[in-house]
C-alpha cells in the first residue's frame, strides 16, 4: 500500500510549499486590508497533520537505531533533523497563535 512506503517528509514538505503558493495567489489578488479564511484554514490544517505525522516519522527514525550499522552517523543526523523540526514547529505555534 502507498500509504505505508510514503516518504512522509517529502508529502510534508510538498504541502506546505502548495499552501505557500496558494497563499502567494489569493493575497496577489486581494487588498491588503483583506485575508481570506480558506487559504488560514488550509495552513492550520496543514498545520495540524504535520503536528501528527512528523512525531510518528520521528518515532521509527529513532527506533532504528539499534539496526543501523553505522549507528553514529544515524543518531547524529536523526539529531540535527529532530531540532530542526522541533525549531520550525515551535516557530510556526507562536506565529499561529501569537497576538498580532
Given at each position: 500500500?502507498?500509504?505505508?512506503?510514503?516518504?512522509?517528509?517529502?508529502?510534508?514538505?510538498?504541502?506546505?510549499?502548495?499552501?505557500?503558493?496558494?497563499?502567494?495567489?489569493?493575497?496577489?489578488?486581494?487588498?491588503?486590508?483583506?485575508?481570506?479564511?480558506?487559504?488560514?484554514?488550509?495552513?492550520?490544517t496543514w498545520y495540524l497533520l504535520s503536528?501528527?505525522?512528523?512525531?510518528?516519522?520521528?518515532?521509527?527514525?529513532w527506533r532504528r537505531v539499534v539496526t543501523?550499522?553505522?549507528?553514529?552517523?544515524?543518531?547524529?543526523?536523526?539529531?540535527?533533523?529532530?531540532?530542526?523540526?522541533?525549531?520550525?514547529?515551535?516557530?510556526?505555534?507562536?506565529?499561529?497563535?501569537?497576538?498580532?
Amino acid at each position: 500500500m502507498w500509504f505505508e512506503r510514503a516518504d512522509w517528509r517529502l508529502v510534508v514538505a510538498l504541502g506546505w510549499l502548495v499552501i505557500f503558493a496558494l497563499i502567494v495567489l489569493v493575497a496577489s489578488r486581494i487588498e491588503s486590508s483583506r485575508f481570506d479564511l480558506s487559504v488560514a484554514l488550509l495552513a492550520f490544517t496543514w498545520y495540524l497533520l504535520s503536528l501528527v505525522t512528523l512525531p510518528f516519522y520521528y518515532y521509527r527514525a529513532w527506533r532504528r537505531v539499534v539496526t543501523i550499522p553505522n549507528d553514529w552517523v544515524h543518531i547524529a543526523w536523526t539529531s540535527v533533523e529532530t531540532l530542526f523540526v522541533v525549531v520550525v514547529l515551535a516557530g510556526m505555534t507562536v506565529l499561529f497563535f501569537a497576538p498580532s
